[in-house]
């Protein structure tokens, strides 16, 4: 036994063993606290469903937006954040649809804080933090792997009504967004910091071929 501590006149003992333990469960990492990164790794071309037609070599596709929404339980408190539920069958189209405006939600609008939110984009005016330019594809880009840091939860990534989307603003040959299923990484805690994603085109697929897929399992 060793001697911690006196309180009150009286000394306390605990087992060494757990003396020795302690410097170790102090200084575990909580993973759930930890910021992101979202870690993109893109085709030589993406977002091509405008040029459906064209010979391969010469498709270069359409600079891809692409949204990362971290959703809290207390965020689904709110009648209009329903459909970000973890359970839900939100896609892309409804997202972009629906999407934050800022100031008071109208017309149905989801209402997430611009903190929460994380774009690739090439406007000048959006609801969240700008953390760079669209997507372009490997080859216009100049490299195959994009990244989104900073990407902050906290405590309540533990949830089950916790969860991080990844929604891409795919468009068809009229310019719509597609309904692509999003990426969705539910509840955040059970992946590790590093989020990864690939985005391609698969001659054939849905939604004009266009994809989004989570990498790492659970």
């Not at 040029?51 to 270069?60: D, F, K, M, P, S």
């Not at 329903?82 to 405006?101: A, G, M, N, Q, V």
């Not at 840091?149 to 891409?168: E, L, M, T």
């Not at 009229?174 to 969705?184: I, K």
């Amino acid at each position: 036994m060793s001697r911690l501590r006196e309180f009150h006149g009286r000394t306390r003992y605990v087992p060494r063993w757990l003396m020795a333990a302690l410097p170790v469960v102090l200084t575990v990492p909580l993973v759930g606290c930890q910021s992101r990164t979202l870690v993109i790794t893109q085709a030589d071309r993406i977002n091509t469903a405008m040029q459906l037609g064209r010979a391969l070599e010469n498709q270069t596709g359409e600079p891809l937006e692409l949204t990362v929404v971290c959703v809290k339980p207390e965020d689904l408190e709110k009648q209009e954040n329903s459909r970000l539920s973890p359970d839900s069958l939100i896609t892309s189209k409804e997202w972009y649809e629906f999407r934050p405006e800022g100031g008071v939600p109208t017309g149905g609008r989801f209402d997430i804080p611009d903190s929460q939110i994380y774009v690739l984009t090439n406007k000048n005016r959006i609801c969240g933090q700008v953390r760079g330019p669209a997507l372009r594809g490997a080859i216009e880009d100049g490299t195959a792997e994009r990244f989104i840091k900073g990407i902050s939860f906290g405590r309540k990534s533990y949830s089950k009504k916790s969860a991080i989307y990844v929604f891409p603003k795919f468009i068809d040959r009229n310019g719509a967004v597609l309904p692509v299923p999003p990426v969705r990484f539910s509840p955040p805690a059970a992946y590790s910091s590093t989020l990864r994603v690939e985005i391609g085109v698969e001659p054939g697929g849905p939604h004009d071929g266009q994809y989004l897929r989570r990498v790492e399992k659970r």
